[in-house]
């Protein structure tokens, strides 16, 4: 549904003296031991001979002494202050199932002769994150995996898109339910959609809490968008405003610039040359937004997110394709470059998913095969007895697939005895489908995780994952 007006709180703030943007970037030593937050706090309008007082709260309790809890600065007729405090053997994050998830508070104070003008406060956490794409053993092309304090990740986990098609909706309590369902399942990594939206502080908060891996998409999806300065610079002031307030999370794993906007610029025949290095000559091609991909989106992550990587789009593979499976992330579908249309389970010539293990690349971040939502879901919306069959107006209407009945039936009749074609029969043997065809692409691909320089596959996400209402 389009959205009309503000649906975000808006407030006005009075102030005298106020804390501005606070960074605190975090260096974890090689070994793990020790830490440097470089901080760099803005103010405005502070009073002549201000303190500044940062003061680290949480697990450091008990662990440090109090003079390394609580920092002091004297404002010398300045708006800005720069430092670094050092912090040993901090608790680190890890993502679930590789260890706790501590979370530390960071509260910065601007005071007056003792008098407090103005606090803020964000959460903190320490744990080192890199993208590692090295050459591999007896493989063509490079390995891509996360790596989190030093211990190579094998991401599993779901795509995401807004839990609801009116945003307002959507409560604390129901985005709990969701990343429950998440951990019994075994996921660790969210993909945030780039057709979706940033979604909100209580998202990453459960995801920090669950220990939840988020790759992030900036918001730009399956489309080709312009390259005129007023355009780009309101998505510099958008990415800018988006890092500012990630940065802070650490299930925040990864920043990718878009969903499918290679892909579609490859498809779509438009001319412009992948191996061309100079981004003023990508805004005089068919596809300008490159320009947004490979120089204004990197630029914000490492000036705002220094400790996140960047990934240009996904998928993207790099020159040659931007789906390669040898280079970068692929998603599983049909219309892919580098992807024969045969190779494709549910698009395309809908190959059998026990096709899957040779379907496989680097980092699989979206696939999947299709399945009937639960009889509770159908009955919320198919009201008349008259419509209540699979192939029904009002169960075409709501499923978005072009021709989904000849690949749904396809897939059921290959595989499946069908007793009766009820509502109730054809909902368990199409979910039974999708949990076996989900089940082979997981298996096959987790053995692909074989060790160092043997990283063939790093990760699986499906499309999509479900919603409990």
Not at 278 to 305: G, M, N, Q, S
Request: net charge neutral; proline share 6%.
């Amino acid at each position: 549904m389009m959205s009309a007006g503000p649906w975000k709180p808006i407030r006005l703030e009075i102030y005298h003296s106020r804390i501005g943007e606070v960074a605190a970037p975090i260096k974890l030593a090689e070994d793990l031991k020790s830490a440097t937050i470089d901080y760099a706090i803005e103010l405005e309008s502070p009073p002549g001979k201000a303190t500044v007082e940062i003061e680290i709260s949480g697990p450091l309790k008990g662990q440090l002494t109090k003079d390394r809890l609580i920092h002091r600065e004297r404002l010398e007729a300045s708006t800005e202050l720069k430092g670094s405090i050092e912090v040993n053997a901090p608790s680190l994050w890890y993502p679930v199932n590789y260890g706790s998830q501590p979370l530390y508070i960071l509260t910065v104070k601007l005071l007056h002769n003792d008098t407090i003008l103005d606090t803020k406060s964000h959460k903190l956490a320490f744990r080192r994150v890199e993208l590692i794409q090295s050459s591999l053993k007896n493989q063509p092309g490079n390995s891509f995996y996360l790596k989190i304090n030093n211990i190579p990740i094998f991401c599993a986990g779901s795509n995401w898109i807004p839990a609801d098609t009116i945003l307002t909706r959507i409560s604390p309590s129901r985005y709990k339910t969701h990343f429950s369902l998440l951990l019994h399942g075994n996921q660790n990594m969210l993909r945030v959609w780039g057709g979706g939206i940033y979604e909100s502080e209580d998202f990453y908060d459960l995801a920090d809490d669950f220990g939840i891996l988020i790759w992030q998409d900036f918001m730009f999806a399956c489309g080709q968008y312009p390259g005129h300065s007023e355009f780009l610079d309101s998505v510099r002031r958008e990415a800018v405003t988006q890092v500012k307030r990630l940065r802070w999370h650490p299930s925040v794993a990864l920043f990718a610039g878009n969903n499918e906007d290679y892909v579609l610029a490859e498809t779509s025949k438009l001319k412009w040359d992948p191996k061309e290095r100079d981004p003023e000559k990508w805004l005089k091609t068919e596809f300008p937004a490159r320009y947004i991909y490979e120089k204004i989106l990197p630029e914000v992550c490492l000036e705002h997110a220094p400790g996140i990587p960047y990934h240009p789009g996904s998928p993207f593979g790099g020159e040659d394709s931007s789906n390669s499976p040898t280079i970068g992330d692929i998603h599983q579908w049909n219309g892919m470059r580098s992807v024969n249309q045969t190779n494709v389970v549910w698009h395309g010539e809908q190959r059998p998913y026990q096709d899957y293990p040779q379907l496989s690349g680097r980092f699989v971040s979206e696939f999947g095969m299709q399945a009937l939502p639960s009889l509770r879901t159908i009955n919320q919306f198919v009201t008349s007895k008259q419509e209540y069959y699979p192939q029904s107006c009002a169960m075409d209407h709501h499923n978005k697939a072009s021709g989904f009945e000849m690949r749904l039936n396809g897939y059921l009749l290959s595989n499946y005895r069908l007793h009766s074609f009820t509502m109730r029969e054809y909902v368990h043997q199409t979910q039974r489908m999708q949990a076996d065809a989900l089940s082979e692409a997981f298996r096959s691909w987790r053995r692909l995780w074989q060790g160092p320089e043997k990283e063939y596959n790093s990760g699986a996400l499906v499309w999509q994952v479900f919603f409990l209402y």
